[in-house]
């Protein structure tokens, strides 16, 4: 009688045994399954962001040709610009200010040194102080010129504060500073600006014909 009851213990082990091996197996089977859906869709997302990644590469290169063919436009419009900055240099230096050097002297002023396109670097020569277009000088009175094919309202104040910061100027000392500017036809209220301010402004009909303008009533040349 014990060893039918042992032996049928047994028998429900091993049934028991293999049913939980069952269970297991079917366990590691739907983790085995949802691995490889897991490992599928990390791998779906790694094409998605390789393709993304080698699109937005693509777009980078095409940038950067884009922006090499612009910095080559503006490298040829810079050169342009500067040539085209040259020759309206040797226009004023060669034309133009001869004939302001010309109606300056008939004023007495006697002018016996005269630059175009004149460039005062500070102390540490690692920047400007100030740029003028003209520079006439003796040994009493400098006249700073700016030349503006149309002269505004906003040209004049800039020439104030280019004369301030002459005025600074140790090579200067002891001289009267004049500031003028050389111009074509333009409008009537910035000339009139110009001249109450005390300036000079010498009208430039064209390139043969210079002439100085008188100052209104009550008002004369500024020294600075």
């Known amino acids: 009688m ?4 042992n032996a049928e213990v047994v028998l429900a082990s091993i049934v028991e045994l293999r049913e939980s091996l069952a269970e297991q197996g ?6 085995t399954a949802e691995l490889r859906e897991s490992l599928a869709e990390q791998g779906r997302r790694m094409d998605k962001i390789l393709k993304e990644f080698a699109e937005t590469r693509a777009e980078l290169k095409e940038n950067n040709r884009k922006l090499d063919e612009n910095n080559r436009k503006l490298d040829e419009n810079n050169h342009r610009v500067g040539k085209l900055t040259n020759k309206v240099g040797e226009i004023v230096e060669k034309i133009v200010l001869p004939g ?8 007495g002023f006697k002018f ?10 500070n102390e540490k ?3 400007n102080i100030a740029e003028v277009d003209a520079l006439l000088e003796n040994g009493k009175f400098v006249i700073a010129v700016e030349t503006k094919t149309e002269l505004t309202v906003k040209d004049v104040n800039a020439h104030i504060k280019r004369l301030q910061a002459l005025r600074k100027i140790s090579r200067f000392k002891g001289k009267k500073i004049y500031g003028a500017f050389s111009t074509a036809i333009t409008e009537k209220k910035p000339i009139s600006y110009a001249l109450e301010k005390g300036f000079y402004v010498l009208q430039q ?6 002439k100085i303008l008188d100052f209104p009533k009550g ?3 500024k020294a600075w």
């Not at 079917?26 to 983790?31: G, H, I, L, T, V």
């Not at 009909?205 to 210079?210: C, L, T």
């Open 2 to 5: 014990s060893e039918a009851l």
């Open 26 to 31: 079917k366990r590691s089977e739907q983790a």
């Open 219 to 221: 008002h004369s040349a």
């Open 205 to 210: 009909p064209d390139v043969m014909a210079v």
């Open 100 to 107: 302001i050097v010309d109606k300056f002297n008939e004023k």
């Open 112 to 121: 016996d040194s005269v630059s175009a396109n004149v460039e005062f670097l």
């Open 125 to 127: 020569k690692d920047g």
